[in-house]
Nanobody
Framework: QVQLVESGGGLVQAGGSLRLSCAASGRTFSSFAMGWFRQAPGKEREFVAYISRSGDITYYADSVKGRFTISRDNAKNTVYLQMNRLKPEDTAVYCC????????????????WGQGTQVTVSS
């Protein structure tokens, strides 16, 4: 079992930055790849970013590529999402997920999910 707790969300103006953290419990954090997903009101959940177990492989949604950076610290059982040049359309609840998906952007490939943290970007 892995429990995930996100933090770092908040209200920020367009163009600003936030760093989200996702702390994992348990001793098997490094055995899971990690993903970030987001869901805006009235919209489907969408993939944001992925990082492999060792951190050497990352993937991003086109909408965030070049603005967001995913990273992880396996010694601290934590994955991060650095979000720069935020836009109002980035407003959503951001959730981290743990698993070993075949297709990194498919939510059903992840086994464990956090509750999410709200990110609101004002224009």
């Amino acid at each position: 079992q892995v429990q995930l707790v996100e933090s770092g969300g908040g209200l920020v103006q367009a163009g600003g930055s936030l760093r989200l953290s996702c702390a994992a419990s348990g001793r098997t954090f490094s055995s899971f790849a990690m993903g970030w997903f987001r869901q805006a009101p009235g919209k489907e959940r969408e993939f944001v970013a992925y990082i492999s177990r060792s951190g050497d492989i990352t993937y991003y949604a086109d909408s965030v590529k070049g603005r967001f950076t995913i990273s992880r610290d396996n010694a601290k059982n934590t994955v991060y999402l650095q979000m720069n040049r935020l836009k109002p359309e980035d407003t959503a609840v951001y959730c981290c997920a743990a698993g070993n998906p075949v297709t990194v952007s498919f939510a059903r490939g992840y086994d464990y999910w956090g509750q999410g943290t709200q990110v609101t970007v004002s224009s």
